[in-house]
Nanobody
Framework: QVQLEDAGGGLVQSGGSLRLSCTAS????????LRWYRQAPGKQRELVSA???????NYAGSVKGRFTISRDNAKNTVYLEMNSLKFEDTAVYYC??????????WGQGTQVTVSS
């Protein structure tokens, strides 16, 4: 059974930092591209950041320079370090592991709330 467990969300003041983690089980973690998405109230889910199996990363323009994605294959965990948080970063953050349409898994989400 595949499970992705998101953690690390919380309430933080504007300008603060949080580190999200997502630990997977039941998959060959190292071969998956891992992504963080977020969904704010009333908005569509959007891609925040991704890291490939080879370690290539990319970021949405709105978070570039503030967020860092990383992975630890030995721990089956992907991280999202979020610095200089803004009110508009408030959302539920979801991790995703995918290597194709039949191998596409989601975490349950973790709430990040940034107070202005």
């Amino acid at each position: 059974q595949v499970q992705l467990e998101d953690a690390g969300g919380g309430l933080v003041q504007s300008g603060g930092s949080l580190r999200l983690s997502c630990t997977a089980s039941g998959i060959s973690f190292s071969i998956y591209t891992l992504r963080w998405y977020r969904q704010a109230p009333g908005k569509q889910r959007e891609l925040v950041s991704a890291i490939t199996s080879g370690g290539t990363t990319n970021y949405a323009g709105s978070v570039k320079g503030r967020f860092t994605i990383s992975r630890d294959n030995a721990k089956n965990t992907v991280y999202l370090e979020m610095n200089s948080l803004k009110f508009e970063d408030t959302a539920v953050y979801y991790c995703n592991a995918r290597i194709g349409p039949s191998f596409n898994y989601w975490g349950q989400g973790t709430q990040v709330t940034v107070s202005s």
